[in-house]
T-cell receptor, first 113, second 117 residues
Framework: AQSVTQLDSQVPVFEEAPVELRCNYSSSVSVYLFWYVQYPNQGLQLLLKYLSGSTLVKGINGFEAEFNKSQTSFHLRKPSVHISDTAEYFCAVRVYNNNDMRFGAGTRLTVKP | KAGVTQTPRYLIKTRGQQVTLSCSPISGHRSVSWYQQTPGQGLQFLFEYFSETQRNKGNFPGRFSGRQFSNSRSEMNVSTLELGDSALYLC????????????????FGPGTRLTVL
């Protein structure tokens, strides 16, 4: 079965600094990859997804992620963060033709002024 | 289009009781999935319903069940509640399309916060 590991449970960063949230996955078959954001007392919102094609994926709010098949990674990046980016971020994987989506444990991003 | 709605938003129950949570998907979406979110276990997949049939099921005991109606609305039931069932229960809907559409985006509701005392 597929699984996801988010390597950092918490990432503190200053406003306007760059940030990288790390995600590694494990699967014996091809997968779709996703990043979601969750603000307090809200559901999850899709930031971006990798289905196929270009390994660099751009999402909403200035986020992007790069799929690296050899390293089985899908790290999320933003060149300059804002206070409003403070939230919980989840990496997720879904196997082709399987509707069971597996989530990582989440990374709490805290942007400080 | 209105988003995914979940009712109630907050619920307090005692051990041994049962509870039913409701989810109304985005209009036109026929797939509804349920997830449990806890600080210790994170986000875990419970089950998915499509066209009133359960299509996938996570690793949860039989106390957790669900159903889907002809209008795609879904309910989740937990019987004989335990303290460990306290969690945020999230519902997500998507348009699976004719090809199964495993990649189609899921839209999440705000969740129901269940507290078991």
């Amino acid at each position: 079965a597929q699984s996801v590991t988010q390597l950092d449970s918490q990432v503190p960063v200053f406003e306007e600094a760059p940030v990288e949230l790390r995600c590694n996955y494990s699967s014996s078959v091809s997968v779709y990859l996703f990043w979601y954001v969750q603000y307090p007392n809200q559901g999850l919102q899709l930031l971006l997804k990798y289905l196929s094609g270009s390994t660099l994926v751009k999402g909403i709010n200035g986020f992007e992620a790069e799929f690296n098949k050899s390293q089985t990674s899908f790290h999320l990046r933003k060149p300059s963060v804002h206070i409003s980016d403070t939230a919980e971020y989840f990496c997720a994987v879904r196997v082709y033709n399987n509707n069971d989506m597996r989530f990582g444990a989440g990374t709490r991003l805290t942007v400080k002024p | 289009k209105a988003g995914v709605t979940q009712t109630p938003r907050y619920l307090i129950k005692t051990r041994g009781q049962q509870v039913t949570l409701s989810c109304s998907p985005i209009s036109g979406h026929r797939s509804v999935s349920w997830y449990q979110q806890t600080p210790g276990q994170g986000l875990q997949f419970l089950f998915e319903y499509f066209s009133e049939t359960q299509r996938n099921k996570g690793n949860f005991p039989g106390r957790f069940s669900g159903r889907q109606f002809s209008n795609s609305r879904s309910e989740m039931n937990v019987s004989t509640l335990e303290l460990g069932d306290s969690a945020l229960y999230l519902c997500a809907s998507r348009d699976r399309g004719q090809q199964g559409g495993a990649y189609n985006e899921q839209f999440f509701g705000p969740g129901t916060r269940l507290t078991v005392l």
